[in-house]
């Protein structure tokens, strides 16, 4: 049974997550202070954190930013802010997902378990000898799920590391954001494919000697991206 830790101050939206969960068979823990949260997050194993941004003690965001980069839990952000500028900050933090208040309780459900389902599966995917993706420089592990760049090697979060897998597995080919939404998400019309954007944005962070002139990941305007061999 995959074990979830909500991380919200309004106990009343809180309990109304954790009810729903349940009744889709998940354990569901509850924390309504942002450090007793984090501090949860960190030392426990939960399999999921669904995550508010304003909290007393600690602000969601901070602890998006110690977790991810102990874990690499899916983290799903639920929060009051409608702003873009929180969506993309909190998605640029590692968030997997963003939830904008009020939302239905059934569509939480749904993204929970679509992330949880990716994530189950690629922890499942066991290979006799370690499967290589190499690219001008860029060498992907994929069975150890570590990247190197240039002999270097770089940290990814768990999406990040699923986008440069697709597009690298697949050179040379142009992908809508809302294919590349479907196809690492497993969603459809549900969540935000700004998240595509703010991914491909980070990728280029980490694997670009000049974000300003991508050399492998390249934005074909009005269409979408492709990675150049």
């Not at 702003?83 to 909190?90: A, F």
């Not at 799920?145 to 697949?170: A, H, P, S």
């Not at 690492?184 to 694997?207: N, P, Q």
Request: aromatic share 8%; proline share 3%.
């Amino acid at each position: 049974m995959s074990r979830i830790l909500i991380i919200e101050d309004e106990e009343a939206i809180a309990e109304l997550e954790k009810d729903y969960l349940e009744l889709s068979d998940f354990e569901v823990e509850i924390e309504t202070d942002g450090k007793a949260g984090m501090d949860r997050g960190m030392k426990e194993d939960f399999d999921f954190i669904i995550l508010d941004l304003m909290l007393p003690g600690l602000d969601g965001f901070e602890i998006c930013k110690k977790i991810r980069k102990a874990k690499n839990i899916p983290i799903l952000i639920v929060s009051a802010k409608k702003d873009d500028i929180d969506k993309i900050r909190g998605l640029g933090l590692g968030a997997d997902d963003y939830m904008t208040k009020p939302f239905s309780p059934s569509e939480l459900v749904a993204r929970v378990k679509a992330h949880l389902t990716r994530y189950e599966r690629l922890l499942g995917t066991m290979v006799a000898s370690n499967e290589i993706v190499e690219i001008r420089g860029i060498k992907v592990d994929k069975t150890a799920r570590r990247v190197y760049v240039n002999g270097e090697e770089r940290n990814f979060t768990t999406k990040e590391f699923d986008l440069l897998t697709f597009l690298m597995e697949n050179p040379n080919r142009v992908f809508t954001k809302e294919e590349l939404f479907r196809e690492i998400w497993d969603m459809e019309s549900l969540g935000d494919i700004a998240t595509v954007t703010v991914h491909i944005k980070k990728l280029r962070e980490k694997i670009e000697f000049n974000t300003s002139k991508p050399q492998y990941i390249e934005t074909i305007w009005g269409v979408g991206y492709r990675f150049k061999v």
